[in-house]
Each structure stands twice: as structure tokens, then as C-alpha cells.
């Protein structure tokens, strides 16, 4: 089972939004709503963005948002600002215990902000 | 405050073991999953290993089944993986990660991270 797909990088410029999307397959994040997303600035541990598709941690900014459609999850930033400058992971029940892995990721997404 | 403090890692040879310990604090340990996670040197996130708040279930990745065994002492509030057989392709810096008081797969509170290097 291959980890989620995502774009290696994607940018924009301050105060724009920007969407990072992230497909799975119907057996996995198209199933279950168990998706999450982490912010991951370099030589830190990742953050907790988001939860179960679109619920937000207390303490994270409300310009971050994540939706789901299908099988692809995607997470949005607006008003960007220059601290979102970050790697930003996706993450997944891959939709068995018996799976090769009980939760998946995906590659990353490095953001730029210009 | 949520704390979780990784301790353990260092230079192992190929073949070699090593045991990591997570030290936990600000919560109600016993009441969480807990998890493993790895990201060796520039690359991605790699969940490895979760564990039910009474150690009755665990699961791994396929990569570390058989090698590795995370384990828990409620009564310590202390999480560990044993790792044995280690590889190369276990280099990467481990964190520990708080899961949710059900299995859902999240983890919203992440240790410092502890690097494990694999190399003769």
C-alpha cells in the first residue's frame, strides 16, 4: 500500500489562499473520515492541524480548513502569511488492521511562501 | 502542559539494538494510544508503531514487524520501542506521538524527536 499522494510543493504570496491536496484510494481515505494534517517547520516536530477531515485543534489558527471529497482530502490556507512557510503532511487510516500499515501518510507538500 | 520527552537513540550497528523511552507528562497517560512515528533524514513522516491504553493491542508497520516491540508502563507513565535487527533503513529520528482516547488515527501532541543512526 502506497503512502497518500500530494504535491512535492506549491507556493503563493502573502495574504492569497492556497489548497494542498491529497488522494488516497477508495479503500483507504475515500472510506473513513479518519484524516489528519500536520505542519512541519524544518528541524521541528510536526504540528496538529487538522482532525477527522475538517475539525481543528484548540490553538490552530482558523485560516487553516480541511475538506474531503471523494478520495481526496485537501487542506486550505488562507490569508497566507510568512510562519506558514512549512512542509505539510497528510495522514490516513489505511482502512484495515491487517494493512501494511495501520495509518498512512503522505509524501509532503513544501510550501513557499513568495 | 502536554509533555512528551524521547530518550534512547544514538549510533547502533547494522544488526544491533537499541530501545527508545518516551517520558510522558500533563495528561492522563493511561487513557491515550500512543504512537511511534519516524522520519529518517529529509524525507517524509512513517507511522511505526501504536499502542491501546492497557498494552492490549499493538500494531506495526509491516517494515518493523517481528524487529520492533513498543511496550507502555502506565504506572510510569512511560512509553518504549525495542528495536532489534536494526538496518540501515531505520536511520531516521523518532518521535513519539499522543493518539486519541479512541483509535482514531491522529496525534496531536509530538516529543522532540530522538535520532537513530544505523551504521557500521
Known amino acids: 500500500q502506497s503512502a497518500l499522494s500530494q504535491p512535492a510543493s506549491v507556493s503563493g504570496s502573502p495574504g492569497q489562499s492556497i489548497t494542498i491536496p491529497c488522494t488516497g484510494t477508495?479503500?483507504?481515505?475515500?472510506?473513513?473520515?479518519?484524516v489528519s494534517w500536520y505542519q512541519q517547520h524544518p528541524g521541528k516536530a510536526p504540528k496538529l492541524l487538522i482532525y477527522?477531515?475538517?475539525e481543528r485543534p484548540s490553538g490552530v489558527s482558523n485560516r487553516f480548513s480541511g475538506s474531503k471529497s471523494g478520495n481526496t482530502a485537501s487542506l486550505t490556507i488562507s490569508g497566507l502569511q510568512a510562519e506558514d512557510e512549512a512542509d505539510y503532511y497528510c495522514?490516513?487510516?489505511?482502512?484495515?488492521?491487517?494493512?501494511?500499515?495501520?495509518?498512512?501518510f503522505g509524501g509532503g507538500t513544501k510550501l513557499t511562501v513568495l | 502542559e502536554v509533555q512528551l520527552v524521547e530518550s534512547g537513540g544514538g549510533l547502533v550497528q547494522p544488526g544491533g539494538s537499541l530501545r527508545l523511552s518516551c517520558a510522558a507528562s500533563?495528561?492522563?497517560?493511561?487513557?491515550?494510544?500512543m504512537n511511534w512515528v519516524r522520519q529518517a533524514p529529509g524525507k517524509g513522516l512513517e507511522w511505526v508503531a501504536n499502542?491501546?491504553?492497557?498494552?492490549?493491542?499493538?500494531y506495526y508497520v509491516d517494515s518493523v514487524k517481528g524487529r520492533f516491540t513498543v511496550s507502555r508502563d502506565n504506572a510510569k507513565n512511560s512509553l518504549s520501542l525495542q528495536m532489534n535487527n536494526l538496518r540501515a533503513e531505520d536511520t531516521a529520528v523518532f518521535y513519539c506521538?499522543?493518539?486519541?482516547?479512541?483509535?482514531?488515527?491522529?496525534?496531536?501532541?509530538w516529543g522532540q524527536g530522538i535520532l537513530v543512526t544505523v551504521s557500521a
Open positions: 477527522e477531515v475538517n
Open positions: 499502542i491501546k491504553q492497557d498494552g492490549s493491542e499493538t
Open positions: 500533563g495528561f492522563t497517560f493511561s487513557s491515550y494510544w
Open positions: 495522514c490516513s487510516y489505511a482502512g484495515s488492521i491487517t494493512s501494511p500499515s495501520f495509518v498512512m
Open positions: 477508495n479503500s483507504d481515505l475515500g472510506s473513513y473520515n479518519h
Open positions: 506521538a499522543r493518539g486519541d482516547i479512541n483509535w482514531y488515527p491522529h496525534f496531536d501532541h
